[in-house]
């Protein structure tokens, strides 16, 4: 029987100084080649939860696994199935998009032929052939979010994690990001995904969890949510269970 992309169970974290837990007994599981979508008010644990699947974090209560390998980031097995997109950038303004894949993937073991043949597949299937040579830093800002995506899934992740992959970029390359990711999934790659954009969020995954005050309060596919409350999309779903009241900072 094949390992769920990730499992998670009765996982705890709190920052250290923090006297209350962000994340309190998560238990988790996300099935290999799904659109998974994690939301919640600002605060409510979604980028704690995310930086743990990752590794970014270092839980010490509770486990996570990532199609049976337990998060491990010394581990180059566990490191080599997923990519990650994180709301900063995560690359070198001072290079093009071209030294940039190049550097990131060195650094993911690639050598230089699987260097050159993922870069022009990459650069040509997210618009960024023309600019390849072009200093990063002068690009615009739906651009530099292409590059980051570009450099997450060099080394062809069997898991991508997304936080915000589409803040603060046009409809032209959010149109062009949702098509790139669905075409990605097609192929087999497993979506984690947490954004404010409830649209787009509802067109992209097929699977959700919502995320109140470091707890899961609803997991199951958008269909059986919708019919669950009574609601007839995401937002009404979201503002249902989490309420409308004002929440300040996202951890």
């Known amino acids: 029987m094949n390992a769920p ?3 998670i169970q009765h996982l705890s974290y709190r920052y250290p100084g923090q006297t209350v837990n962000s994340v309190t007994d998560i238990n988790l599981t996300v099935n290999g080649g799904e659109r998974f979508g994690l939301f919640g008010p600002n605060g409510a644990g979604k980028t704690t939860l995310m930086s743990c699947m990752t590794g970014i974090l270092d839980f010490t209560e509770g486990e996570i696994e990532i199609f049976g390998l337990r998060v491990n980031r010394t581990n ?9 997109v994180p709301q900063e950038y995560s690359f070198y303004q001072e290079l093009d998009p071209v030294e940039n894949l190049e550097y990131f993937g060195a650094l993911s073991g690639l050598n230089k032929k699987q260097i050159k043949i ?5 650069l ?6 023309d600019v390849r040579k072009k200093q990063v830093e002068k690009f615009s800002g739906g651009m530099k979010r292409r590059v980051n995506l570009a450099i997450s899934v060099m080394h062809e992740p069997r898991i991508l994690f997304l936080d915000e992959p589409t803040v603060g970029v046009d409809v032209q390359t959010r149109f062009a990001i949702m098509e790139y990711l669905m075409a990605l999934n097609r192929n087999g790659t497993t979506l984690i995904y947490t954004s404010h954009q409830l649209g787009e969020a509802q067109n992209l995954c097929n699977s959700f969890a919502l995320i109140d005050q470091g707890r899961i309060i609803a997991h199951d596919s958008l269909e059986n949510l919708l019919k669950k409350y009574g ?7 979201f503002i249902k269970l989490t309420g409308k009241a004002y929440r300040d900072t996202d951890v």
């Open 5 to 7: 992309a990730v499992r």
């Open 76 to 84: 180059k097995s566990f490191c080599s199935m997923l990519g990650f």
């Open 118 to 122: 993922r870069s022009e597949e990459l």
């Open 124 to 129: 040509t299937a997210l618009g960024l052939w």
């Open 231 to 237: 609601e007839s999309g995401l937002e009404g779903l």
